[in-house]
């Protein structure tokens, strides 16, 4: 797995950003992948979760209804449409994968990622 995470950029309040994240080295179908995001001097947090190997998409309560992870098992790209942004939601956010685990109720965001990709700065004005 050879992860690539784009998509950044800077937007104003409200606008939308569309992140994806392109693995190169392969498939992700028995993989969970999920979204992190790093503010300035705050740990990382989980932001959205995909494992297509059971259906399961979890996002964080802060993005619930804004943002939305999808699949493309074809091109081997998970994206993350981010609606509604906020000037909190400013943040370097990384792409990651866990092999053969689920999303469900967002425990994956404690585990231990087996790759991550480099981040991609995302800017929200107010």
């Known amino acids: 797995v050879q992860l690539q995470a784009s998509g950044g950029g800077s937007v104003q309040s409200g606008g939308s950003l569309r992140l994806s994240c392109e693995n190169s080295g392969g498939t992700l179908r028995y993989h969970a992948v999920a979204w992190f995001r790093q503010a300035p001097e705050k740990e990382r947090e989980g932001v959205a979760c995909i494992s297509s190997s059971d259906g399961v998409t979890y996002y964080d309560d802060s993005v619930k209804g804004r943002f939305t992870i999808s699949e493309d098992n074809v091109e081997n790209i998970v994206y993350l449409q981010m609606n509604d942004l906020k000037s909190e939601d400013t943040a370097v956010y990384y792409c990651?994968?866990?092999?053969?685990?689920?999303?469900?109720?967002?425990?994956?965001?404690?585990?231990?990622?087996?790759?991550w990709g480099a981040g991609t700065l995302v800017t929200v004005s107010s």
């Open positions: 990651a994968t866990r092999y053969g685990s689920s999303c469900r109720d967002g425990a994956l965001f404690n585990f231990g990622m087996d790759n």
